[in-house]
């Protein structure tokens, strides 16, 4: 027994000299093997009299189908005063119709295994269902009645301002909903899709009403089919369940934007754009008592979308898109992530860091993201900007940036492989009226992506954002003065904030 345990331990101890010993032997970790091939899916489009495009990918692996109608009138479309009432009305859509109760909708779904669900983008709002193909055509009647004979009955309404109030009050008193609040109006001068308690108390009936009447409508709007069904059934549902439907007033003929600015003009701003100081502005929101701060880098990239226009034509992906999809990646794009490795893993300030962009056709959105004590928020400020500057000044090697383009090719691939989110990829095309012949270019446009594009990309267009703290002010108050002598630091009380504001206060 002695003698076996002995023998025993003896080959433990040379697994493990042998573990350590490779571990101590490798410095970096190995590059990303060559990406594996990706089925790209045919996308088959054609059209309605009365404007509704009808797209489908048809894939016959699984007897499921997602279905989504896309209308080109997202939070963009607001003004702060009706902040939120894009996602109300999308929201209220199924919460009753000229025929069924909202709680009749919800059993009938139910009774089908299927669901329905909304959500609303910068440009855009959509109402999905995911059912089985075998139930598709019950499911298809009550997603169109949802879609087309909502009454908003004035019960739901007030029961989804009360909810949706309460949500509000509740995220306001969290740092990082209210850094990204926040950085909506002070930063991209647009509003939050949640709404404002403002605007959320003085939504009416009226108000959603009008709203439907004139954005949800076919002309100018995609119904999209993923999954278990062909063209030839798809566009059978789409006439049946909506070729009657008809628009109100508004026309859409061709490119749905134009550029009126010459290209001059479009230089001299964007020359303007880079030469700014890194810093613009910077803003505290005060929230006395919080047991974090949130920190966050903001800017609008000027002329930084993810088009390029072809005036009738269908538009192409923009030559600037590539890079900069992955020097977000190299910068903020998951755990291995610059910000990540210095924020969160070399220093133990966070949890976690990020960054985002948020991309349009035209001034897309970019943040960085972060939580930590209220001691470190000046500390995680002056790393962030680090970083930034570095991405600016100097190429990254392969080293760092083979694995990110690796990543991206990976979560591409990951995209295609169920319908849910297939069908995300291929709303997010016509979205912005891009052909879905782009899909095929993806792979190899992010791995023709130069260090020197990287460098140029952020060099142009991350100058001249806004630093937003939203903290204990009173913690970090002296540490923040001291490291940034001569910024002027804006301080507006958390309780005191109103958006509609231009100095934020009420």
């Not at 990976?410 to 995209?415: A, E, I, K, V, W």
Request: hydrophobic letters at 40%; one cysteine or more.
């Amino acid at each position: 027994m002695r003698a076996h345990s002995l023998a025993s331990c003896v080959t433990l101890f040379f697994v493990l000299f042998a573990f350590a010993v490779s571990s101590l032997g490798q410095e970096t970790p190995p590059q990303p093997s060559a990406p594996r091939s990706v089925k790209i899916p045919v996308v088959t489009e054609r059209k309605l009299p009365n404007g509704l495009t009808v797209v489908v990918v048809e894939r016959h692996g699984a007897p499921l189908i997602s279905v989504r109608m896309m209308f080109n009138s997202g939070v963009t479309s607001e003004d702060i005063a009706s902040a939120g009432l894009v996602k109300m009305t999308t929201n209220l859509l199924s919460k009753g119709t000229a025929t069924r109760s909202a709680t009749r909708i919800a059993n009938d779904i139910e009774f089908l295994g299927a669901d329905i669900s909304t959500s609303v983008a910068l440009d855009s709002s959509s109402v999905s269902l995911g059912v089985t193909s075998d139930k598709i055509g019950p499911a298809m009647t009550i997603f169109a009645d949802v879609i087309r004979r909502p009454t908003f009955p004035a019960s739901e309404i007030k029961l989804a301002q009360s909810q949706a109030i309460d949500e509000l009050t509740y995220n306001l008193k969290q740092p990082s909903f209210l850094a990204n609040y926040v950085a909506t109006a002070y930063t991209f001068n647009g509003n939050p899709a949640s709404g404002t308690p403002e605007s959320l108390k003085a939504m009416k009936r009226e108000d959603i009403l009008e709203f439907f009447k004139y954005n949800i409508e076919p002309n100018g709007a995609t119904l999209l089919f993923v999954g278990d069904i062909s063209p030839t059934q798809a566009m059978a549902l789409a006439r049946t369940h909506f070729g009657t439907w008809k628009s109100t007033v508004r026309t859409i003929q061709g490119n749905p934007v134009s550029i009126t600015e010459t290209a001059g003009s479009v230089q001299q701003r964007k020359d303007a754009d880079r030469d700014q100081p890194l810093v613009k502005r910077m803003l505290v929101i005060d929230l006395p008592g919080s047991g974090q701060a949130a920190v966050s880098y903001a800017k609008q990239l000027q002329f930084a979308g993810r088009v390029d226009w072809n005036e009738g034509k269908r538009a192409t992906i923009d030559k600037e898109y590539f890079p900069g999809v992955v020097m977000n990646s190299l910068l903020g794009g998951g755990y291995s992530s610059r910000l990540n490795q210095e924020i969160r893993i070399k220093r133990g300030l966070s949890y976690g860091a990020g960054s985002s962009i948020t991309w349009r056709a035209y001034d897309s959105r970019f943040s960085t993201r972060t939580q930590t004590k209220n001691e470190s928020a000046p500390e995680v400020v002056e790393l962030v900007l680090e970083e930034l500057k570095r991405l600016a000044k100097s190429n990254a090697t392969a080293v760092d940036v083979g694995p990110r383009q690796a990543a991206l090719i990976g979560d591409f691939g990951r995209s295609l492989e169920t319908n849910s989110s297939m069908i995300g990829v291929v709303a997010d095309l016509y979205d912005l009226w891009l052909d879905p012949s782009e899909l095929d270019r993806y792979m190899s446009n992010v791995q023709s992506v130069s260090s020197d594009q990287i460098r140029a990309f952020a060099a142009q267009h991350l100058n001249g954002g806004d630093i937003i703290i939203v903290g204990d002010y009173s913690i970090f108050k002296d540490d923040l003065a001291k490291r940034f002598p001569g910024m002027k630091i804006d301080v507006v009380k958390a309780d005191e904030l109103d958006l509609s504001k231009d100095n934020l206060r009420k």
